[in-house]
């Protein structure tokens, strides 16, 4: 049975049922537990994770360069190794999973980029190590790694993709007016780069058809 919630007049009802439909939503895919891997690492072994004393606990001091840099440091190491510790959570139960989450898969891969991309440069690699560990028993597609304007390093996830999901999903249409003719734009969410230019929506999407094999 379907439920127009516009047609509900009761502001108790309408919040009634628009939180269970809600919850239908993200319960179709959280109980499901994703298929073991062998070789899928354990995410709650937080083994040679980097440490450090707590942000609250490094004194600030806006005259000391050493200081402010010893600061930002904590800082960055908290909020990775924190997100570290949620992916290790979200692999075991599910938990972390937000209503944007395409999948449990799409959670721990964001919650391990986010490690990475918070750690200081230095202690980067143990985090990157996980992501690309995770990723790899996964066969997970869909994101990439860059550097922005400013030299800083960033990671950038997209829609998430298992290896038996292949390319569907990889390309999307958008639109680049300075690039007329061929200003219709089809990007490749595993590199962020642009893959084809085509004169029309029409051509760019049938384009993208053929490459992820839609029907």
Not at 45 to 58: I, K, S
Request: hydrophobic share 35%.
């Amino acid at each position: 049975m379907s439920i127009d919630l516009m047609s509900i007049e009761d502001p108790e009802a309408f919040e009634f049922f628009a939180a269970a439909r809600k919850s239908l939503k993200r319960a179709a895919r959280l109980p499901v537990k994703p298929t073991p891997v062998a070789d899928e690492p354990d995410l709650s072994d937080l083994t040679g994770m980097p440490d450090g004393p707590h942000p609250n606990d490094v004194i600030d001091s806006s005259w000391v360069l050493s200081t402010m840099q010893a600061k930002l440091d904590a800082q960055k190491r908290f909020c990775a190794n924190e997100a570290a510790r949620k992916a290790g959570e979200c692999q075991a139960s599910g938990r972390w999973i937000r209503d944007w989450h395409t999948s449990r898969y799409s959670t721990v891969l964001s919650l391990l980029a986010a490690a990475e991309q918070n750690a200081p440069e230095a202690e980067r690699p143990w985090h990157a190590a996980r992501l690309d560990s995770y990723a790899a028993a996964h066969g997970l597609r869909g994101w990439y790694r860059g550097t922005d304007y400013c030299g800083r390093h960033y990671i950038q996830v997209n829609h998430i993709r298992t290896r038996e999901e292949g390319d569907q999903g990889r390309y999307f249409p958008t639109t680049a007016w300075r690039e007329a003719p061929r200003n219709h734009i089809v990007v490749d969410r595993d590199t962020g780069r642009t893959a084809y230019k085509a004169p029309s929506s029409g051509i760019a999407r049938q384009w993208i058809a053929e490459m992820e094999g839609s029907p």
